[in-house]
């Protein structure tokens, strides 16, 4: 591996200005795979700066073709580095390397998706003609323009570092926004080594991308979101961290876009295909739980929970984890120490609360390094247990059985998350029906698959407000102007 241990500023490569590095771990084996700059509010000062200039001195926000070349330039550049950036994001997410290829969100699929940028970017309409309007004796012709928002903080969790780095950076420098990237903790390398791609690849002007890495993200996190030079706030992260960001960026009155977490309801209908249900159910396990839009609560028919308590078992025996560099695996470790001793101690209150385990609940007693927990499934869930209200992001499912249809959907929308949902049945106009009636983002019919470029994702309610990806992942990193001209 090659990776990039400097943070980007200003159109180069350095070390913190104190010097400090702090070591990057791979949760699977749990060995420091290497080091990384450990910026202080010095360094964090000089990203601001330099992203402030390059909006307001350059013509990068206004210069539409010459972004859409730096783009594409950025693309070749992370498809020359993408075998190894595969490697590296493996080792320092834990994930399986089988999903950072094409069955999975880590790495193949985020760069692929920049081409739906580039193809969609030279066809935007920048300024529209509003008409002739006469108010006030004054006859005036209105054009509604669309121009970048300015400095954006875009602020990302560790789970899919780069999908989610790609998110939020691809659309803000389309739109012609300058960037400074804050990194995730534990997995730093997926944005630095963005930062060398601009540098080696492209002709993006300096301080238009600029990406810090911080071992601690209070002190530096804080600055850049409080800070008058940035415009906005792009945030993927717990709700708690969230609600955070938001009360601090008020100060300033900057535009806030939220992504954070999610507790997003299966709803297995009577009539269901069991195998497909059941299936999906697979999903929990997925990078061992750690997805904010996993489907993590399974409403059954109770005439139908017996049958599934059966199957479920022997579908969830196929799960294999321990090598993720090993062909077809799905489930890696959770990230770290802390957060496998947080799934653990949710596994514990789901027993103490009354729900009856089904399978797992443990470490798996066959590996001694790296931070796993077995795959656990809780039946005979309420919706009023912590299990079912809490997002544990780990490879917990609950089995929530309910009487009829009403009672799913009312159990479904009993959540403060709206981010995603799943709903199963035999008549697509019913499943249809249910899915429409769910306060949620994004949901599934029969196992869909709504991840995609084209197609905005976000959450309803505490799961979010906004929408990445699609066109509307795009113009959240715009500002509208109406200009009035007296004819
Ligand atoms: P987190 O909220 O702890 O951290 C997210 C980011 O915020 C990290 O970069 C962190 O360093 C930074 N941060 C922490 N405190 C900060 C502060 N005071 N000021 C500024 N930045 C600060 O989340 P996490 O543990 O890294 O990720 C897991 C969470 O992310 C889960 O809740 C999950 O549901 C959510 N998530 C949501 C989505 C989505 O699209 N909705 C996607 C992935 C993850």
Redesign the pocket.
Known sequence: MNPEANLFIDGELVAAASGKTYPNINPATEEVIGAVADAGPQDMDRAIASARRAFDETDWSTNHAFRHKCIAQLRDGLQAVREDFKLQISAETGAPLFICGEMGPQCDLPIGFIDYTLETLPEFTWSRDAGQSVKMGITSRRLVEKEAVGVVAC??????PLQ?NLAKCIPALAAGCTVVL?????TPWSATMLGRVVKEYTDIPPGVFNVIT?QD??E???Q??CDPRVDMVS????????K??MA?AAQTVKKVF?????KSANIMLEDADINGAVLSCLGVCFHAG????ILTRLLVPRSRQAEVEQLLPTFFEFIQYGDPSADGQIMGPL?NAR?RERVLGYIEKGKAEGARLLMGGATPKSLDKGYWVEPTVFTDVTNDMTIARE?I?GPVLAIIPYDDEEEAIRIANDSEYG?SGGVWSADLDRALAVARRIRTGTMAVNGGVYYGADAP???YKQ??LGR?MGPEGFEEYLETKTIAIAE
């Open positions: 602020v990302t969790p560790w789970n899919v989610i804050k990194a995730a903790p534990d911080a993200p209070a530096v996190g804080d850049l979101v945030f993927t992260g717990s709700t708690a961290v969230g955070h960001i601090r939220l992504e954070l977490g999610g750690q997805g904010c839009a990230i957060q997002e992001f981010l994702f976000g959450g799961s979010g990445e």
